[in-house]
């Protein structure tokens, strides 16, 4: 769908409404109803998650966590993704998460809201890079091309990886056009590519026993080949829960795109629900057919990590129609990842369009040639790349994806919980989407979600211990990075920013704005 010129009635709508919160339209707005819902589908990408967490849920509950699991994480992802769309119906803005929070919750909330947001954000973008990084290794040099890939270490993996973020960096630099019309290949290509391997996963079926496909067996510890560690059948349930959503994730990126989307408190939510819908059903098929084409499970749990390799490469790298849809996964991989810089970098604008991050002066900035917040784009791929380099010697990818599943779901419910408290109080402003009595119950089943995928992830990712007589050094868990990022909210809020950080525009100061806000766009050359 084309995007409404400067002057159309939904252009001048967003606008009034934009303002109405108190920030100028410096993004170039050309998004439609598709755009909004393959940046999200895009990110979601179940050819990521759903391809590179299958050795977790297998290597958890077995079977059931694979699909039971899959429909229980879907669901409450569809649930999470209705109370968001109900806040971004009101309130479409870039910054999303934070601002809705500060508006429902108040300045701290808010504050700590975009720190938690940002860093699931974080986590999400090398995560993909890593099984992007991986499957090319394994599958595409090793298998398909035959090279001996042995020596490829840590450092080849962490210099791969950023190489990977630097060009994403560099496409998002180059305009929103240019993103969206690469996301909107991502979703035509994720359809396309689910739908021929779902086919050729049930072709290389030697049964088709759908009851292998709901039994539960505990495969923590040694019987998933060390994925988990040894835990107890509720635990192992609960970390099956980290496979669906760490894939079924960042379908925030149609809320955080909201300023570059036409008509966005009529299209945001309709982006999100539908590029979740959608992953939930094409990603439940896609595993049933994995499952059938999998001779021995008990066997596959047993190879660990290497269980999606194994059946990939048994049932479909054998033809010249499997090592295309190799490509295909690559691709939509690093497309998956492109669009989750987009979302990342929007968030940093956001935020630091509100002084709410350290370098916020340039963080805010907008390119006036390409209509993108370029530096936040590149401090994306600095800070993804850090990051992938302080969790390589952990197992990457467990820990980016569980990470990223963990502190982005926190950040989801803490806005939908503040808005349970101020529905009907502080909260009056409605858009075209309402759950009414609805939002409170899902509001309680969110807060329950949440812990539990809490407990599961931190569970699932624990520490690695020294052993003087090898040399190995002691590698921290997640608990370490959830107290230290406690720590750090703490000691920053209390220390500074309870002082000096304000929040979004409210009330007077909104008003206060208006000259402000015609020079900003005037600098970008946009049209009031």
């Known amino acids: ?74 669901v409450y992802a569809l649930i999470v993704a209705a109370c968001l769309g109900q806040i971004a119906s009101a309130y479409p803005t870039a910054g999303s998460l934070y601002h809705w929070s500060s508006i429902l919750g108040g300045r701290f ?28 290794r394994d599958l595409f040099f090793g298998t398909a091309l035959g090279w001996d890939v042995t020596g490829w270490g840590i450092w080849t993996q962490i210099w791969s990886v950023v190489a ?5 960096a560099a496409l998002n630099h180059f305009g929103i056009k240019l993103t969206t019309i690469l996301t909107d290949l991502a979703g035509y290509l994720i359809f396309a590519v689910t739908v021929i391997l779902i086919v050729m996963f049930f072709r290389a079926a030697p049964s088709f026993d759908l009851g292998k496909a709901f039994t539960f067996v505990n495969n923590t510890g040694a019987a998933g080949g060390g994925v988990s560690p040894q835990t107890g059948p509720l635990m192992a349930i609960l970390i099956g829960l980290l496979y669906p959503l ?37 990603g439940f098929v896609m595993i049933i057919a994995m499952i059938m ?48 810089v987009t979302s990342t970098s929007r968030m940093i604008y956001a935020f630091a369009r509100d002084d709410g991050l350290p370098l916020s002066s340039m963080l805010k ?17 600095i800070l993804c790349s850090i990051l992938t380099a302080l969790t390589t010697p952990l197992g990457a990818f467990a820990a980016l994806s569980t990470g990223s599943a963990m502190y982005l779901y926190i950040s989801y419910a803490m806005p939908i919980m503040a808005g349970a408290l101020a529905l009907g109080k502080s909260w009056t402003t409605k858009g075209s989407f309402d759950l009414g009595g609805l939002y409170k119950v899902f509001a309680a089943i969110v807060v329950v979600g949440t812990v539990a995928v809490t407990i599961a992830g931190h569970a699932f990712v624990v520490s690695i211990p020294g052993d003087p007589a090898t040399g190995a050094t002691f590698v921290p868990g997640l608990w370490y990075y959830s107290a230290a990022f406690i720590i750090f909210l703490v000691v920053v809020w209390y220390g500074l920013e ?23 766009e005037a600098a970008v050359g946009e049209k009031g």
Not at 164 to 168: D, G, I, K, M, S
Not at 498 to 520: C, T, Y
């Open 1 to 74: 769908m084309a995007a409404d010129k400067p002057g159309d009635t939904g252009h001048t709508e967003d606008l009034k409404i934009l303002h109405g919160m108190g920030y100028a339209q410096e993004l170039s707005r050309r998004m439609g109803p598709f755009q909004s819902f393959a940046i999200s589908f895009s990110i979601i990408c179940i050819l990521s998650g759903g391809l590179g967490s299958f050795p977790i849920a297998l290597s958890a509950g077995g079977p059931f966590s694979l699909t039971v699991g899959w429909l229980i994480g879907g």
């Open 109 to 136: 909330w808010g504050w700590a809201t975009a720190y938690t947001n940002l860093l699931g954000l974080l986590f999400v973008v090398p995560a993909i890079n890593v099984f992007l990084y991986t499957i090319t």
């Open 164 to 168: 990977l973020q630097v060009a994403q």
């Open 246 to 282: 760490f894939t079924i994730t960042g379908f925030d990126a149609s809320a955080h795109t909201a300023e570059e989307t036409v008509n966005a408190r009529d299209t945001v939510h309709k982006g999100m629900l539908h590029s979740v819908f959608w992953s939930l059903v094409f």
């Open 293 to 340: 084409a999998i001779p021995d499970l008990t066997a596959a749990a047993a190879s660990g990590w290497a269980s999606f390799n194994n059946v990939f490469i048994a049932a479909i790298m054998g033809s010249f129609l499997g090592k295309l849809m190799l490509v295909g996964i690559m691709i939509s991989n690093f497309l998956c990842a492109l669009a989750a």
């Open 365 to 381: 900035s907008v390119s006036p040639t390409y209509r993108t917040p370029t530096a936040a784009i590149w401090m994306t791929a």
């Open 498 to 520: 309870n002082r000096r950080f304000k929040g979004p525009p409210m009330g007077a100061a909104i008003a206060q704005r208006a000259a402000s806000i015609a020079a900003a």
